[in-house]
Every structure is written in structure tokens, then in C-alpha cells.
């Protein structure tokens, strides 16, 4: 059945949430805080070896050296839609969605609760195994790749939770509002993504965004990332154009 991938991968995120709410309060503030850096540089390796995978090519060569492909895709992609995203001031409408669920939630003395939506958010909706799983269980209505997600989610948003809060359980919203809108409009979608190289192109700009997430969870916020979303669209129209020329 299409979309049984993204029930799985939702129900894995709020299970995750939970089993960090219990966890979490039990652990001391500095093992915590230990611990949300330590998961800031697991997703920063998750984003480098995603983004190097869509760079690095090995050439057909007899030598088989190492090629670049793709850069200057990336750089269009990332200057282009991060203009638009902050035109459009995309970051402030995730904060403003955030703030909503935090009264919701009545979490209102939760000074991270929005933080911690976003970045988990963001960690888990913009990787190649969303995209790429969410189409598979549309087109050929093969959950597999969403099912070993729901797994590494259920794991990521556990370590999330215990460190940042209630806000990361909530990143269910968009998990399974992204995941089930690409499944249910890959059928419809289909001749534009057999395009040229469209989902590696959205892949590798999405590890970049994905690394992003991963510094500023180490270092604190050095990136507007919701602005950069735009960058997944541009690099479409990128690849759709490269298509026709």
C-alpha cells in the first residue's frame, strides 16, 4: 500500500520522542549537553559523506581517478535559494509554526521547544532517503528504503529528544507531510523525475543542507537553514533545464 512507508516513519518518530522524554530526564544536563554535540557531528558526517558521494565520481578511465560533478549545480542551487528563502523569510514561518505548537503542546516554559522542532525537523526531512524512499512507495509502492529510515530516525530522534526537549517529537508534522505529499504525487511526478539527474541533484544539495543542520547543533546557529530549502526547487529546475539543453 503507497504511503505505509511514511505511517511507519511517523509512528517510528513519535515512539523515538517518547523513549527520549523518559530517557532524557534522568540524564545530567552535561552528559546532555555531551550528547547533543556528539549527535551534532554524527549528522554533519551524514551530510559531508552524502554531499562527497553526489561530488565525487569515479572517472571511466584506465587510472579510475576521482572526478567533480555537480559543483557548480550546488553553488546555483545554494546561493539561489537561500535569496529566495530569505526574501520569503522562510526560517521565521517555521519559528512561527514552533511558537503555535509550543502553546499547543503547553510547553510554553520550554525556551528550546522550538529550536529543537526545527533542527529535528530539518535532520530528518531533507536527506536522499526521504526523497528517494518517499517516490519509491509512490511509484512502486515499495516502502523498504522508508522502513530503514524509520529505523535510523527512531534512533536519531531518541538521542534529539533527550538532549533538546519535547520539540523534536513534534517533527512528525513535517516528516509525514513531505514524505506523503512527494509519495502521493510521484505517480503524477514520474516523467519529470526520470529527468537527467533531478533526485541525485536534490540528494546532494539536501546533505549539504543536512551538514548545515549538523554545525549548528555543535556550534551553535551559525546557518538559517529553513531559508536554504528553497535550494531543493532550484536544483530541480537546474537538472530539468540541463535536460533540454
Given at each position: 500500500?503507497?504511503?505505509?512507508?511514511?505511517?511507519?516513519?511517523?509512528?517510528?518518530?513519535?515512539?523515538?520522542?517518547?523513549?527520549?522524554?523518559?530517557?532524557?530526564?534522568?540524564?545530567?544536563?552535561?552528559?546532555?549537553?555531551?550528547?547533543?554535540?556528539?549527535?551534532?557531528?554524527?549528522?554533519?558526517?551524514?551530510?559531508?559523506?552524502?554531499?562527497?558521494?553526489?561530488?565525487?565520481?569515479?572517472?571511466?578511465?584506465?587510472?579510475?581517478?576521482?572526478?567533480?560533478?555537480?559543483?557548480?549545480?550546488?553553488?546555483?542551487?545554494?546561493?539561489?535559494?537561500?535569496?529566495?528563502g530569505e526574501?520569503?523569510?522562510?526560517?521565521?514561518k517555521?519559528d512561527?509554526?514552533?511558537?503555535?505548537l509550543?502553546?499547543?503542546?503547553k510547553?510554553?516554559?520550554?525556551?528550546?521547544?522550538?529550536?529543537?522542532?526545527?533542527?529535528?525537523?530539518?535532520?530528518?526531512?531533507?536527506?536522499?532517503?526521504?526523497?528517494?524512499?518517499a517516490?519509491?512507495?509512490?511509484?512502486?509502492?515499495?516502502?523498504?528504503?522508508?522502513?530503514?529510515?524509520?529505523?535510523?530516525?527512531?534512533?536519531i530522534?531518541?538521542?534529539?529528544?533527550?538532549t533538546?526537549g519535547?520539540?523534536?517529537?513534534f517533527?512528525?508534522?513535517?516528516?509525514?507531510?513531505f514524505?506523503?505529499?512527494?509519495?502521493?504525487?510521484?505517480?503524477?511526478?514520474?516523467?519529470?523525475?526520470?529527468?537527467?539527474?533531478?533526485?541525485?541533484?536534490?540528494?546532494?544539495?539536501?546533505?549539504?543542507?543536512?551538514?548545515?543542520?549538523?554545525?549548528?547543533?555543535?556550534?551553535?546557529?551559525?546557518?538559517?537553514?529553513?531559508?536554504?530549502?528553497?535550494?531543493?526547487?532550484?536544483?530541480?529546475?537546474?537538472?530539468?533545464?540541463?535536460?533540454?539543453?
Amino acid at each position: 500500500m503507497p504511503g505505509i512507508g511514511t505511517i511507519v516513519n511517523v509512528a517510528a518518530v513519535i515512539l523515538g520522542g517518547i523513549i527520549g522524554m523518559l530517557f532524557g530526564k534522568k540524564i545530567k544536563l552535561e552528559i546532555r549537553d555531551s550528547l547533543m554535540k556528539t549527535a551534532g557531528v554524527a549528522v554533519i558526517f551524514i551530510g559531508a559523506v552524502g554531499a562527497l558521494s553526489g561530488l565525487l565520481k569515479v572517472s571511466s578511465n584506465a587510472n579510475g581517478s576521482l572526478e567533480t560533478y555537480g559543483s557548480l549545480m550546488m553553488i546555483i542551487s545554494l546561493i539561489v535559494g537561500t535569496l529566495i528563502g530569505e526574501l520569503i523569510k522562510i526560517e521565521k514561518k517555521l519559528d512561527r509554526f514552533g511558537e503555535w505548537l509550543k502553546i499547543k503542546a503547553k510547553a510554553t516554559e520550554d525556551g528550546g521547544f522550538v529550536g529543537a522542532f526545527v533542527n529535528t525537523s530539518l535532520v530528518i526531512c531533507v536527506g536522499a532517503m526521504a526523497v528517494v524512499g518517499a517516490i519509491e512507495d509512490g511509484i512502486g509502492g515499495n516502502p523498504t528504503t522508508l522502513f530503514a529510515k524509520a529505523l535510523l530516525d527512531f534512533l536519531i530522534v531518541i538521542i534529539m529528544t533527550s538532549t533538546l526537549g519535547k520539540g523534536c517529537i513534534f517533527a512528525f508534522i513535517p516528516i509525514g507531510i513531505f514524505q506523503g505529499s512527494i509519495t502521493a504525487l510521484s505517480k503524477f511526478a514520474e516523467p519529470l523525475l526520470s529527468m537527467g539527474s533531478v533526485i541525485s541533484d536534490m540528494s546532494l544539495v539536501g546533505s549539504v543542507l543536512i551538514f548545515c543542520v549538523g554545525i549548528n547543533l555543535c556550534f551553535g546557529k551559525k546557518f538559517n537553514v529553513g531559508n536554504m530549502l528553497p535550494s531543493l526547487i532550484v536544483a530541480i529546475i537546474y537538472s530539468v533545464i540541463q535536460f533540454y539543453i
